[in-house]
């Protein structure tokens, strides 16, 4: 007698096999993203480090910082003029002004203004800078995050309301 016995699987089989890789998937994919936004973050809170020390060295050529923003779609930098340092809108920004190694792959847009006093209002750029890093993408959690040449860090998102320095912002 010979069999005929086919070979292959069973479409229960199948099934098992597509609800078990579903599972890991529907585990995998936010530990993925969560992991890809802290790479990022990381790579925005270096940014920073840089700039500031960019920002000290040009505080200590010209006795004042420079405030400056940045077009978030085109990556141009534009001077803000300051009556304090005496330079306008025209001086050029001396600064990297995104995180990572170029402007269309970076995940944060720097800018920097002049810090407030505890009643909100401005302070002389001679005497304080505050540095703040734009997500390109959106990251809620955390929004900006902003460090000032006096030492203080905090960020803008849904933490950063109620724990400035919180792990995601500033571990």
Same mark, same amino acid.
């Given at each position: 007698?010979?069999?005929?016995?086919?070979?292959?699987?069973?479409?229960?089989?199948?099934?098992?096999?597509?609800?078990?890789? /579903?599972?890991? =998937? $529907?585990? !995998?994919? #936010?530990?993925? +993203?969560? *992991?890809?936004?802290?790479?990022?973050? %990381?790579?925005?809170?270096?940014?920073?480090?840089?700039?500031?020390?960019?920002?000290?060295?040009?505080?200590?050529?010209?006795?004042?910082?420079?405030?400056?923003?940045?077009?978030?779609?085109?990556?141009?930098?534009?001077?803000?003029?300051?009556?304090?340092? /005496?330079?306008? =809108? $025209?001086? !050029?920004? #001396?600064?990297? +002004?995104? *995180?990572?190694?170029?402007?269309?792959? %970076?995940?944060?847009?720097?800018?920097?203004?002049?810090?407030?006093?505890?009643?909100?209002?401005?302070?002389?750029?001679?005497?304080?800078?505050?540095?703040?890093?734009?997500?390109?993408?959106?990251?809620?959690?955390?929004?900006?995050?902003?460090?000032?040449?006096?030492?203080?860090?905090?960020?803008?998102?849904?933490?950063?309301?109620?724990?400035?320095?919180?792990?995601?912002?500033?571990?």
């Amino acid at each position: 007698m010979t069999s005929t016995r086919q070979k292959g699987f069973t479409l229960i089989e199948v099934m098992i096999v597509v609800a078990i890789v /579903g599972i890991l =998937a $529907a585990v !995998a994919y #936010p530990a993925y +993203t969560k *992991s890809l936004a802290k790479g990022k973050r %990381a790579q925005g809170r270096t940014a920073l480090a840089e700039l500031l020390q960019q920002q000290e060295r040009f505080m200590t050529q010209r006795n004042c910082y420079l405030a400056f923003t940045t077009d978030a779609t085109t990556g141009t930098a534009t001077a803000t003029a300051s009556t304090d340092c /005496g330079f306008t =809108a $025209a001086t !050029a920004v #001396p600064f990297k +002004t995104f *995180s990572g190694d170029n402007f269309t792959s %970076a995940a944060y847009v720097l800018s920097a203004n002049a810090c407030t006093n505890t009643l909100g209002a401005p302070v002389s750029m001679k005497d304080c800078v505050q540095l703040v890093a734009t997500p390109k993408g959106t990251d809620s959690e955390v929004g900006n995050l902003r460090v000032t040449s006096t030492g203080g860090k905090d960020c803008t998102g849904t933490v950063g309301g109620t724990t400035p320095t919180s792990p995601l912002c500033w571990p």
